[in-house]
T-cell receptor
Framework: GAVVSQHPSRVICKSGTSVKIECRSLDFQATTMFWYRQFPKQSLMLMAT?????????EQGVEKDKFLINHASLTLSTLTVTSAHPEDSSFYICSARDLQGQTQYFGPGTRLLVL | AQTVTQSQPEMSVQEAETVTLSCTYD???????LFWYKQPPSRQMILVIR??????QNATENRFSVNFQKAAKSFSLKISDSQLGDAAMYFCAYRAGTYKYIFGTGTRLKVLA
C-alpha cells in the first residue's frame, strides 16, 4: 500500500525555538496533505489542509502564524511550529491523499516535547 | 455539522471470539465515505476497512466486516476470531466531499488471552 513518512519521529526542543516536521509521500503523488494533532488518549484533531502550490487551509482555532505549513511539491509538506511552548507538546500526524482521492494514508507521527 | 460518535471508550474480547465496535454519525450529505482505522501502541494509523455510502453491500476484509445502516447512520465494525494483535485503539472516521476526515473519539480494544 501507499507509504507516508514523517521526520523526525521524535523531537525535544527548548521553549521559544522553532521545529520543522516533514511529511513525505514515498510512492505516490499527493496533491493534498493533512496535519493532525493528537493529545494522549484522545482522537485526532485536524489542524490544517495542505494543498500543493497554494496556501494551507486552517481549521477554526488553529493559529496559522504559529503552525506554518508549506506544500512545495507533490510529495512533501512541512509543518513548522514557531516559537514553541510547552503547551505545543503533542503528537503530530500527517496524512496524504492520493490522486484518486478516496483514502488518506497516514504517516507514523512525530512526538514533540517542548521543555 | 458532521459528527462521529463512538459510545464505547473501551471494549474487551476473549481471543478467538467476536466483538463489535459501534459508531454513529450525523450528516446531511448523501454521498460520503466511512472508515475504520486501527491505532496500535506504535500510533501508526492503519486503515482497517472502508465503506462507500452509495454501496448497499457491507464491506468485508478478511476477519473484519461492517454493518452499515445508512438510514440509521450507523457503522459498526465486527472483528471475528479476535487475535492478540487486534488490540489497539479503533477510530471511526467520516469523509465527504472536502476530503477532510472527522474522527470519533475512539474505542480501546483489549484482547484477552
Amino acid at each position: 500500500g501507499a507509504v507516508v513518512s514523517q521526520h523526525p519521529s521524535r523531537v525535544i526542543c527548548k521553549s521559544g525555538t522553532s521545529v520543522k516536521i516533514e511529511c513525505r509521500s514515498l510512492d505516490f503523488q499527493a496533491t493534498t496533505m493533512f496535519w493532525y494533532r493528537q493529545f494522549p488518549k484522545q482522537s485526532l484533531m485536524l489542524m490544517a489542509t495542505s494543498n500543493e502550490g497554494s496556501k494551507a487551509t486552517y481549521e477554526q482555532g488553529v493559529e496559522k502564524d504559529k503552525f506554518l505549513i508549506n506544500h512545495a511539491s507533490l510529495t512533501l509538506s512541512t509543518l513548522t511550529v514557531t516559537s514553541a511552548h510547552p503547551e505545543d507538546s503533542s503528537f503530530y500526524i500527517c496524512s496524504a491523499r492520493d490522486l484518486q482521492g478516496q483514502t488518506q494514508y497516514f504517516g507514523p507521527g512525530t512526538r514533540l516535547l517542548v521543555l | 455539522a458532521q459528527t462521529v460518535t463512538q459510545s464505547q471508550p473501551e471494549m474487551s474480547v476473549q481471543e478467538a471470539e467476536t466483538v463489535t465496535l459501534s459508531c454513529t454519525y450525523d450528516t446531511s450529505e448523501s454521498d460520503y465515505y466511512l472508515f475504520w482505522y486501527k491505532q496500535p501502541p506504535s500510533r501508526q494509523m492503519i486503515l482497517v476497512i472502508r465503506q462507500e455510502a452509495y454501496k448497499q453491500q457491507n464491506a468485508t476484509e478478511n476477519r473484519f466486516s461492517v454493518n452499515f445502516q445508512k438510514a440509521a447512520k450507523s457503522f459498526s465494525l465486527k472483528i471475528s476470531d479476535s487475535q492478540l494483535g487486534d488490540a489497539a485503539m479503533y477510530f471511526c472516521a467520516y469523509r465527504a466531499g472536502t476530503y477532510k476526515y472527522i474522527f470519533g473519539t475512539g474505542t480501546r480494544l483489549k484482547v484477552l488471552a
